[in-house]
């Protein structure tokens, strides 16, 4: 029987009917969330992602604000613009478009975002946050991947999960929300000696390594969930993910495709975190 596949783009607008009436309500009590969001040069898929952030925004009714600074601006001209963001009420959450350029220091330009604003979740408080299981604003891919499962039917809780990539945008976070979220939970990574047979033994299976369709049936436990959150352009110009999708499709029992799995979920993690920060400015319980 061939696997449930899990509609990354049905369940992403879903959330998005619910967001647009939440921004409503808050609309309704005097509160625009506003998102900033800060772009360095001209990398043309950031231009992409940009550009989808905006139309999210415009769809919710959420305010947005888009700083473009070209490829060779200063480090410090980048901090200034990220300190008055902070200090500016009309907005809820900034986000710098990553990758940087090579001269900006990308550490020290998340660290200077204002943990209340950091809508990506990555300065360093929100990562400690996470891992205490205190409340943060939630890495948007992992949260992403937390939702689908969830709104796929699947209880997390008990399973075994098992994450293969231990990188700081995506598995160790989703290690830690599979895990908030009562999974006992493993992660494999380009040094783990027996990753096949850790891999059968997953219930639900993260994968975020960024090579194409390097894990295959071998890999995958009959009946378990499987999330693909690679997406990789091969030669001939087909999108791939980490998985290879067709070979899994009759051993899994729930599979994300590429694209139009984990993909669409970012954004609307995005907008989620801004319409939570906006909340939590405003003395809102969320």
Do not use: W
């Amino acid at each position: 029987m061939s696997a449930y596949i899990i509609e990354g783009k049905k369940i992403s607008d879903q959330i998005r009917v619910e967001m647009k009436e939440e921004v409503a309500g808050l609309q309704g009590r005097g509160v625009v969330p506003g998102l900033a969001v800060v772009l360095v040069g001209d990398d043309p898929a950031s231009k992409v992602y940009v550009g989808s952030k905006e139309k999210a925004c415009q769809q919710l009714g959420i305010y947005s604000e888009v700083h473009r600074l070209p490829g060779d601006a200063s480090e410090e001209s980048l901090l200034a613009l990220i300190q008055k963001l902070n200090e500016q009420s009309s907005i809820n959450g900034i986000l710098v478009q990553l990758p940087l350029p090579k001269h900006i220091n990308e550490k020290a330009v998340i660290d200077a975002i204002s943990v209340e604003k950091d809508v990506d979740g990555f300065h360093p408080e929100s990562v400690g946050n996470l891992t205490i299981g205190d409340d943060s604003l939630l890495p948007c891919t992992p949260a992403g991947v937390i939702e689908l499962i969830k709104r796929s039917g699947v209880d997390i809780a008990g399973k075994h999960a098992v994450v293969i990539g231990r990188s700081n945008i995506v598995g160790k976070p989703v290690a830690m929300l599979l895990l908030r979220e009562n999974a006992t939970v493993t992660i494999c990574h380009s040094r783990t000696a027996n990753m096949e047979e850790l891999a059968k033994q997953a219930d639900i299976l993260v994968v975020a390594i960024g090579k194409p369709e390097a894990i295959d049936s071998k890999y995958v436990k009959p009946g378990a969930v499987v999330i693909d959150v690679g997406i990789n352009r091969l030669p001939s110009g087909k999108l791939v993910g980490d998985v290879h999708y067709e070979d899994c499709l009759e051993t899994a029992g729930y599979i994300t495709p590429v694209p139009g799995g984990v993909g669409p979920m970012t954004i609307t993690m995005l907008m989620k975190n801004t319409i939570t920060a906006a909340k939590r400015a405003n003395g809102i319980e969320v």
